[in-house]
C-alpha cells in the first residue's frame, strides 16, 4: 500500500505546489479581465481563467488544512493561509515565510507520537486518512468539487448579495 510517509509528495512540496499554482491562476484571471477591457470578444476567458482559478482556490484552501493539521500549525496560521489565497499572489510571501521559519519541514504524522493532541478525535482521524492516501484523495476530490458545485449554482460572487 502507498502511504504519505513514503511518497515523494511531503507536506512541504504538497504546499508549496498549490501555493504557487493558487499563484499562477490569479495571473491567468488578472490577464483575462485585462483582455476583456481590451476586447469584449475576450470575454471567454474570464469565465475560463475563473473557472480554473476557483478551482485551484478552493483546492489549495484544502491543501493549506490539511498541511497546516500535519505542521500542527495554530487555528490562526492555518486561518491566515486560508485567507490570504483572497489576496493576490499573496501564498507565495506566505509560503516563503513558511519555508524561512522551518514550518513546512517534516513528513506525513502517520502514526501517534507523545505530542498531546495525538490523542483527540480529530488527529486519530487525520492519521487513519494520511496513512490511506487514495481514500484521502478521493474525498478531498469529492468534497471540492461538491464546494465547486454549489459556488456555480450560486453564481459570481459579485451577485452573492444582489
Not at 484571471?29 to 476586447?39: D, K
Not at 497546516?68 to 499572489?89: E, H
Not at 506566505?94 to 495525538?118: C, I, N, Y
Request: proline share 4%; aromatic share 12%.
Amino acid at each position: 500500500m502507498v502511504s504519505f510517509r513514503k511518497a515523494a509528495m511531503t507536506p512541504k512540496s504538497l504546499y508549496r505546489l498549490f501555493a504557487v499554482g493558487e499563484a499562477i491562476t490569479w495571473a491567468l484571471l488578472i490577464s483575462a479581465l485585462v483582455l476583456r477591457v481590451v476586447a469584449e470578444d475576450l470575454s471567454i476567458g474570464v469565465t475560463i481563467a475563473g473557472t480554473i482559478h476557483g478551482a485551484m482556490f478552493l483546492s489549495y484552501c484544502t491543501t493549506a488544512v490539511l498541511v497546516g493539521i500535519n505542521q500542527r500549525w495554530k487555528f490562526g496560521k492555518i486561518a491566515a493561509a486560508v485567507s490570504l489565497a483572497i489576496v493576490p499572489f499573496a501564498t507565495v510571501p506566505f509560503d516563503r515565510s513558511l519555508l524561512k521559519k522551518g514550518q513546512l519541514e517534516g513528513v506525513w504524522r502517520t502514526e501517534a507520537s507523545d505530542h498531546p493532541a495525538d490523542k483527540t478525535w480529530i488527529d486519530k482521524l487525520f492519521r487513519w486518512f494520511i496513512a490511506r492516501p487514495l481514500v484521502l484523495i478521493v474525498v478531498l476530490v469529492l468534497a471540492v468539487t461538491a464546494l465547486f458545485s454549489f459556488l456555480l449554482f450560486l453564481g459570481p460572487p459579485t451577485e452573492w448579495f444582489d
